[in-house]
């Protein structure tokens, strides 16, 4: 995390893998935001991407722990890691810039949805891929998006699992704006400025305000997430659609 003039800009840096999230790099945004509550001089936060990407969500492809029973632990990441990351976001006292240069997938799509403010590049595009793998959305994707956009279109994003693009994002109300990918950091940073320069405490406690109902649905269904992922985890769809997209081929799901 860097500051500067009262902007802190948090970026997700592992564009080999288009910054998928491990244990070890939630842990590290975790701290930088954490970091950026504390931080008197911190009136304004931008979570960005390295590379081409704001990020592919988990890291499918890094091991993943096992239950006694053999099947694999889906529900302990999100309970102790990942769900943490959102929430910080959304109980952040000073308004949270996502800056979404490129495509914001899985768990990265949640944190995009979390932010106060989504303004994207015209290439970028919001997946919430889940489905493909025989799972829900987590990271409280669905609920995010269904008070973004409505039940309608959180529900066809989440079941058919279909890139949005991010003019589509903004037509839909998902996100705030989309600018020209040459002209995203120049809008990114006038709209940092300008609520770096605002009155901090009055925009802390208008999302206090905003979010007054909205928190208590939000931790609930962080929550309620963790244990339905699990629920997945024996399934044999859930093992067709990893080994699927592991191999990049279709998925051929059964139902059961």
Aim: proline share 5%.
């Amino acid at each position: 995390m860097s500051t500067a003039a009262g902007i802190a800009r948090v970026t997700m840096d592992r564009p080999e893998s288009l910054n998928a999230w491990t244990p070890d790099f939630a842990r590290e945004l975790l701290a930088a935001l954490e970091a950026a509550v504390t931080d008197s001089d911190v009136r304004c936060v931008v979570i960005s991407g390295a590379g081409r990407a704001f990020s592919a969500g988990a890291d499918v492809k890094a091991p993943r722990e096992v239950l006694p029973g053999g099947e694999p632990d889906l529900a302990t990441r999100l309970r102790e890691i990942y769900n943490p990351v959102i929430l910080s976001v959304r109980e952040m006292p000073k308004p949270v810039i996502a800056a979404v240069n490129g495509p914001a997938a899985g768990i990265g799509c949640s944190l995009a949805l979390g932010c106060d403010f989504i303004v994207a590049a015209r290439s970028a595009y919001f997946l919430l891929a889940f489905v493909h793998l025989g799972l829900i959305p987590d990271g409280a994707a669905s609920y995010m998006a269904a008070m973004r956009m409505g039940y309608t279109r959180a529900l066809e994003m989440a079941v058919l699992g279909q890139r949005i693009s991010a003019e589509d994002a903004a037509a839909y109300g998902l996100i705030n704006a989309v600018h020209d990918d040459d002209t995203l950091a120049g809008a990114v940073d006038d709209l940092a400025a300008k609520l770096a320069e605002g009155p901090t405490l009055a925009y802390g406690n208008i999302k206090r305000a905003l979010d007054a109902g909205a928190l208590a649905g939000l931790r609930a269904q962080l929550a309620l997430e963790p244990g339905i992922q699990q629920e997945h985890a024996a399934t044999a769809d859930f093992q067709e659609g990893v080994d699927a997209f592991r191999e990049k081929r279709p998925a051929a799901f059964r139902g059961a």
